[in-house]
């Protein structure tokens, strides 16, 4: 009987989804089925309280506020003065200013919850000026569409925190949990671009003559905008003087600020900025909708219980789990885009998680640069369609230039369970507990 | 008639934008009212409002503009008469559901009103103020969604458009 319904209820998911039902509705749609077949229970009462519920809850309101950041901050002149402030630092290393594209994503990345959003805010600005400079666009573009992924796992984050209200783990210890493999993943991906350099001198362009110092630090001053969002978003939240939701606030305020300052904070932008936002945050909200009722529906019927106690019995270690999940996820985010993979998984595989001992906030970080992957593996990812519109190359061509950092990200997988510590040392040091 | 339903989605689209501000509104109000050690309570739950307030009623201008994503892997390698077929086939399954989605918010705002239910946290405001921003949101999604099947028979050609995304 329970094989039967999930084997059911899952051929139902992957009819509406690849048919082309809209995400959020075809989950709604397997819900309720799924309720009507197997529960006695009135299936409207539980749709209504379910996602009214989860969408008017506040661990919720910093996601749009994120998201609303990184739409102002996508209308300003931000990436061209990061571009000016970092280029004369990056221009002498192995590799020259393809670092701009993994030092800009790190930077912005600490201002945007977003992969897409990053790669397209960076990009605006490397892109051009790295293929005038001569720089082979393969790696040029390779290493923006992984760098740009960086986004999702350097706080804030929209993918933590839908990942943080659906498995009901500590947004603001999320975020903090991921600066360290952050910034250990960007290092990986410099170092990957200094070793192609090194053994590819030809194809590069000879460095440009090497700024003075002082003119080095006076390109810094461009820096200060992001650097001081930076401060006032990610540090409230460290030191415990803000939650993730004030910090988001906050952020807002900042960008608008900045955009003020660099005289890009027209009526049109604004009006654009919010209206983006609005319909953006709708978009995750649908998806959000369904997955609350899902996860509702599933509940009655028992599916995720059932299905840890399966996996139980199996009798596999802890690394053959990560193992296993691994490999489903990196197949899953092939058709799927990271939230819905989020959202439709994390209520079936928590109680199996709990159950095996892992550490939520492990997991999701686990899950974030698995989610991460997916942003570059065709056909869907969003990183590869942001590049394509920007470059107008063949997506499995930038899927091929973007496959060393795929590598990278599944080596930095392996780097994080061999050392946990990575992840739970750093908010273990935080200023509260939220 | 185009222009009223448009001018629908729209106007729902700047009630949402507007609760968006409220939103934000709300979140510095709670931080500035902390500094000064003042304590207003029930200021969390009207954020959660505005925020709830702020999806349901983008829902339509959003599934207008194609911002709503969908796995488009299949649809897009058909050939264009099947296209067309399946793309209305896809609409009527998404209008079952989004019709059953706004039959149910209806009910639910309804059914508060009706038993003056209240909200258990400190504002204590009755449930169903805050619910008619999702009863009419999904009733606007549930007209958007009826409008673009419509349009599948009459003017097919117009579907199908994509839009970039930057959320992830």
Redesign the interface.
């Known amino acids: 009987m329970d094989a039967f319904a999930a084997v059911m209820l899952l051929v139902l998911m992957f009819a509406?989804?690849?048919?082309?039902?809209?995400?959020?509705?075809s989950l709604?749609?397997v819900a309720?089925i799924g309720m009507e077949l197997f529960t006695a229970r009135p299936v409207?009462?539980a749709?209504?309280?379910s996602?009214?519920g989860g969408?008017?809850?506040?661990t919720?309101?910093a996601l749009?506020?994120f998201?609303?950041m990184?739409?102002i901050l996508?209308r300003t002149k931000l990436s061209e003065d990061m571009f000016k402030g970092l280029a004369p630092w990056l221009g002498r290393l192995p590799g020259g200013l393809i670092h701009t594209n993994v030092v800009g994503c790190t930077i912005f990345a600490a201002v945007s919850g977003?992969?897409?959003?990053t790669c397209?805010t960076i990009g605006k600005m490397t892109l051009p000026e790295l293929t005038r400079r001569g720089y082979p666009d393969k790696i040029t573009i390779g290493s923006l569409a992984g760098a740009g992924t960086l986004?999702?796992l350097i706080p804030p984050s929209?993918?933590m925190i839908v990942y943080g209200v659906t498995a009901d783990a500590s947004i603001a210890r999320l975020f903090i949990a991921g600066v360290v493999p952050g910034l250990l993943l960007a290092l990986l991906f410099s170092g990957y671009v200094a070793l192609w350099s090194l053994r590819n001198r030809d194809a590069l362009p000879p460095h440009e003559a090497a700024p003075s110092l002082g003119e080095r630090l006076r390109a810094s001053r461009h820096l200060l905008p992001v650097v001081t969002l930076i401060v006032l978003v990610l540090c409230s939240i460290y030191f415990g003087i803000?939650t993730a939701?004030?910090a988001?606030?906050?952020g807002?305020?900042g960008a608008l600020g900045v955009a003020a300052a660099q005289r890009t904070l027209s009526w049109r932008n604004f009006r654009d900025s919010?209206?983006?936002?609005?319909?953006?945050?709708?978009?995750?909200?649908?998806?959000l909708?369904g997955s609350a009722f899902l996860t509702m529906a599933m509940g009655y019927i028992g599916l995720p219980r059932h299905l840890a106690q399966w996996i139980a019995g199996l009798g596999l270690s802890t690394w053959q789990l990560i193992l296993a999940l691994t490999a489903f996820y990196i197949v899953l985010g092939c058709?799927?885009?990271?939230?819905?993979m989020v959202v439709l998984t994390v209520s079936f595989v928590m109680p199996t998680i709990l159950a095996a001992g892992i550490d939520p906030i492990w997991f999701g970080i686990y899950l974030v640069i698995v989610?991460e992957m997916a942003?570059v593996t065709p056909?869907?990812g969003?990183n590869l369609?942001?590049l394509q519109?920007m470059t107008g190359r063949d997506m499995l061509w930038i899927a091929h230039a973007a496959l060393p950092f795929f590598c990278l990200m599944a080596a930095l997988v392996v780097v994080l369970y061999a050392f946990p510590g990575l992840i739970t040392w750093l908010p273990s040091q935080m200023g509260f507990s939220g | 008639m185009r222009r009223i339903l448009d001018a629908c989605y729209e106007g729902a689209a700047w009630i949402a934008a507007l609760l968006m501000i409220a939103l934000l509104g709300l979140v510095v109000a709670s931080i500035a009212s902390r500094l000064v050690g003042i304590n207003l309570p029930g200021l969390d739950a009207y954020a959660g409002y505005c925020l709830a307030g702020a999806s349901f009623l983008a829902l339509a201008s959003t599934f207008v503009h194609g911002g709503h994503i969908r796995v488009e892997l299949l649809l897009g390698r058909l050939p264009a008469g099947a296209r067309i077929w399946a793309e209305r086939v896809c609409l009527l399954v998404a209008l079952t559901i989004v019709a059953a989605f706004a039959w149910v918010s209806v009910q639910l705002c309804w059914t508060s009103y009706e038993i003056h239910d209240l909200s258990v946290g400190d504002d204590a405001t009755p449930l169903w103020i805050p619910q008619l921003g999702m009863a009419l949101g999904t009733l606007v999604f549930l007209l958007a969604v009826i409008d673009r099947l419509v349009q599948s028979f009459t003017a097919p050609a117009t579907t199908g458009a994509v839009e970039a995304h930057f959320t992830e």
């Open positions: 509406l989804l690849g048919s082309g039902v809209w995400i959020g509705l709604m749609g309720w409207g009462d749709m209504a309280v996602i009214w969408l008017s809850g506040w919720l309101t749009p506020l998201v609303w990184g739409e996508f977003s992969s897409a959003a397209a986004g999702l929209i993918i803000a939701t004030e988001a606030a906050l807002v305020v919010l209206l983006g936002a609005t319909r953006l945050y709708c978009m995750i909200a649908l998806i909708a058709f799927l885009d990271g939230i819905s989610v942003q056909p869907v969003f369609f942001v519109g």
